[in-house]
């Protein structure tokens, strides 16, 4: 984990890399979620925003699929945690609603969830605000939807990876 910034919240724009892309399906959110996966390890930080209904939850069950964990990833509404092990050898995922949680990371901590958050992969959906002080570096998605339309399938997701975890990694990837 790096330092903090000696003057306060550090800007994060300068080693920060961003993929747009367009996403026309729910199949195809759970693609980009396995594509993403592969890019993630122990220790990485995802934070999913966009409004309800929007897809995050959607993305992280291909997130999932892609590390190959054990569970169905589903809407954790009546829990703040999920763990869902891995089958193989690779890292957890810890799948986190904290539209519930207020009090950030030390709510976060007090979950007890049996699991080594740095050895784990983190995605966090509603997170702005609350878990940002785990680490410096962490990936953030921003799913939008038109306006107002719960017909349209179409949803627009900004990728943006902060910290120096994500400074060499080329996003572009993601939209292939
Ligand atoms: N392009 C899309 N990507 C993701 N979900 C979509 C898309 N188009 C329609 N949907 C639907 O929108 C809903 C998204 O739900 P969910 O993933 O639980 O959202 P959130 O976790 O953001 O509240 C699902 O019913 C899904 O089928
Ligand atoms: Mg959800």
């Known amino acids: ?16 890399h961003s993929a747009g ?4 399906s729910p199949e195809r959110m759970r693609e980009l979620g396995r594509r993403l996966a592969g890019l993630l390890r122990a220790g990485d930080l995802v934070l999913l925003s966009g409004e309800l209904g929007a897809g995050k939850t959607t993305l992280t069950r291909g997130l999932g699929e892609g590390l190959g964990v054990r569970g169905a990833v589903t809407s954790p509404t009546f829990v703040i945690a999920r ?3 891995s089958l193989g050898d690779g890292p957890p995922l810890v799948h986190v609603d904290a539209y519930r949680l207020s009090g950030g990371l030390e709510e976060m901590e007090d979950l007890d969830l049996d699991v080594s958050l740095p ?12 878990v940002e002080e785990l680490t410096e570096d962490r990936l953030q998605v921003v799913i939008h939807r038109a306006v107002g339309d719960t017909t349209d ?14 400074a060499a990694t080329d996003l572009a990837v993601l939209s292939a």
């Open 153 to 166: 399938e179409v949803r627009r997701v900004t990728v943006t990876g902060l910290g120096t975890r994500w």
């Open 1 to 16: 984990m790096e330092a903090a910034a000696p003057h306060g919240p550090a800007e994060p724009t300068p080693s920060a």
């Open 83 to 85: 763990v869902h092990p």
């Open 119 to 130: 050895e784990s992969v983190i995605v966090v959906e509603w997170g702005e605000g609350k």
């Open 21 to 24: 892309l367009t996403v026309t």
